[in-house]
């Protein structure tokens, strides 16, 4: 079945510092990925959609400069938490829409990553 | 405005029976539903998804039904189980999929 892997799994990081989450979809290639948001007991929050080779398009209230993310390649989504601070720590999950199957039978998630900001 | 709505935030179930978790929409051009499965520190896993089209979808132990007139759908788990238990999904998307909307989730628990 489809796999995105998504790394790192947890990561701690001083505050002002930058960290980098990967998303990678190992046996589709995705032109489309999502990035995700949860806060605690709450829902997943829709932060942008990556698009291979153009900008991501970012839901409203989420920092463009702040959340930073590239889509080099069919197979590999990226973000980027700049300039990181406590209220950024969360859990940050990515989602692949496989090219072939469309989103009609359910995107891929990774297995998201906890972050926290100290 | 939250366009898809789970209103229980946890349901609690005795293995063996039924676990009926809902789902409510405001968009009416939502063409296809989803429910995802989630344990804690995981990302979510596709369950069962059901068309506009249709009324029910059947997948095992899992069952969607859909009320377009209600703009109401539910997932029924029957029978449950203790490895059901984790936190379940709403989801209600566009037509192929671009963009999904998530409900806030519903804690099923079933105890052995």
């Known amino acids: 079945g489809a796999v995105v892997s998504q790394h790192p799994s947890r990561v701690i990081c001083k505050s002002g510092t930058s960290v980098k989450i990967e998303c990678r979809s190992l046996d589709f290639q995705a032109t489309t990925m999502f990035w995700y948001r949860q806060f605690p007991k709450q829902s997943l929050m829709l932060m942008a959609t990556s698009n291979e080779g153009s900008k991501a398009t970012y839901e409203q209230g989420v920092e463009k400069d702040k959340f930073l993310i590239n889509h080099a390649s069919l197979t590999l989504s990226t973000l980027t938490v700049t300039s990181a601070h406590p209220e950024d720590s969360s859990f940050y999950i990515c989602?692949?829409?496989?090219?072939?199957?469309?989103?009609?039978?359910?995107?891929?998630f990774g297995s998201g990553t906890r972050l926290t900001v100290v | 405005d939250q366009q898809v709505k789970q209103n229980s935030p946890s349901l609690s179930v005795q293995e063996g029976r039924i676990s009926i978790l809902n789902c409510d929409y405001t968009n009416s051009m939502f063409d296809y539903f989803l429910w995802y499965k989630k344990y804690p520190a995981e990302g979510p896993t596709f369950l069962i998804s059901i068309s506009s089209i249709k009324d029910k979808n059947e997948d095992g132990r899992f069952t969607v039904f859909l009320n377009k007139s209600a703009k109401h759908l539910s997932l029924h788990i029957v029978p449950s189980q203790p490895g059901d238990s984790a936190v379940y999904f709403c989801a209600a998307s566009d037509t192929g999929g671009f963009k999904t909307i998530f409900g806030a989730g519903t804690r099923l628990f079933v105890k052995a």
């Open positions: 989602s692949a829409r496989d090219n072939v199957l469309g989103g009609l039978y359910g995107y891929t």
